[in-house]
């Protein structure tokens, strides 16, 4: 195995324990945080504690190099996730999705290829959720939630498409937590 092969294990790992503390840290009671949540607006990592925008409107790592959307999600070239955030630290021009047992408020949102996303997903329920799309290109695109929780993230918006995204909780998209993301 060469030593990429077990840096990506080991970021998959990693991935895969913070997801985990998350879901206890909610089930237990110890998460908490309100809700709220497009386009092009840049947010400073102090702001929000996303990935910031740089100058020609990309999303970037902290050291300038263009985030990687495919990338495993917490890896140091994927989009930053916010810790719990306020509403009042949600930019106003996010795409503000609510998660529930019932689906995905909206279910559908438009964005422009190319550009600079900030995404804002609520647990609005007492339920953990995992927020992520289908497309392997977003698979660095990933919000765990406690109840009642929100979380930002920004990216940069893949070429036009439509991308499906749902919970990955088990049997959470079975009852409808699914929606769709149209690039144009």
Same mark, same amino acid.
């Given at each position: 195995?060469?030593?990429? $092969?077990?840096?990506?294990?080991?970021?998959?790992?990693?991935?895969?324990?913070?997801?985990?503390? &998350?879901? /206890? %840290?909610?089930?237990? +009671?110890?998460?908490?945080?309100?809700? $709220?949540?497009?386009?092009?607006?840049? /947010?400073?990592?102090?702001?929000?504690?996303?990935?910031?925008?740089?100058?020609?409107?990309? &999303?970037?790592?902290?050291?300038?190099?263009?985030?990687?959307?495919?990338?495993?999600? *917490?890896?140091?070239?994927?989009?930053? !996730?916010?810790?719990?955030?306020? &509403?009042?630290?949600?930019? !106003?021009?996010?795409?503000? %999705?609510?998660?529930?047992?019932?689906?995905?408020?909206?279910?559908?949102? #438009?964005?422009? !290829? *190319?550009?600079?996303?900030?995404?804002? &997903? #609520?647990? +609005?329920?007492?339920?953990?959720?995992?927020?992520?799309?289908?497309?392997?290109? %977003?698979?660095?695109?990933? %919000?765990?939630?406690?109840?009642?929780? $929100? =979380?930002? /993230? #920004?990216?940069?918006?893949?070429? =036009? *498409?439509?991308?499906?995204? =749902?919970?990955?909780?088990? *049997?959470?998209?079975? =009852?409808?937590? #699914?929606?769709?993301?149209?690039?144009?």
């Amino acid at each position: 195995m060469n030593q990429e $092969t077990k840096k990506m294990i080991g970021w998959g790992i990693a991935a895969f324990v913070v997801v985990g503390i &998350v879901a /206890i %840290l909610a089930v237990t +009671g110890n998460l908490k945080t309100p809700n $709220t949540a497009s386009n092009k607006e840049p /947010i400073s990592p102090t702001a929000a504690g996303t990935s910031p925008v740089n100058d020609e409107g990309k &999303v970037v790592t902290p050291e300038g190099v263009e985030v990687k959307n495919d990338a495993v999600p *917490g890896a140091p070239e994927a989009p930053k !996730a916010s810790n719990p955030v306020e &509403v009042q630290n949600i930019p !106003a021009s996010a795409v503000k %999705l609510q998660m529930t047992s019932s689906g995905f408020t909206p279910s559908t949102f #438009t964005v422009d !290829a *190319g550009s600079a996303v900030t995404l804002s &997903v #609520t647990s +609005g329920d007492e339920q953990t959720h995992i927020f992520m799309f289908g497309d392997p290109s %977003l698979s660095a695109v990933a %919000l765990g939630l406690g109840p009642q929780e $929100t =979380r930002i /993230i #920004t990216f940069n918006a893949p070429v =036009r *498409g439509e991308y499906s995204f =749902r919970c990955d909780v088990p *049997g959470h998209s079975g =009852r409808g937590e #699914t929606g769709k993301m149209i690039v144009k």
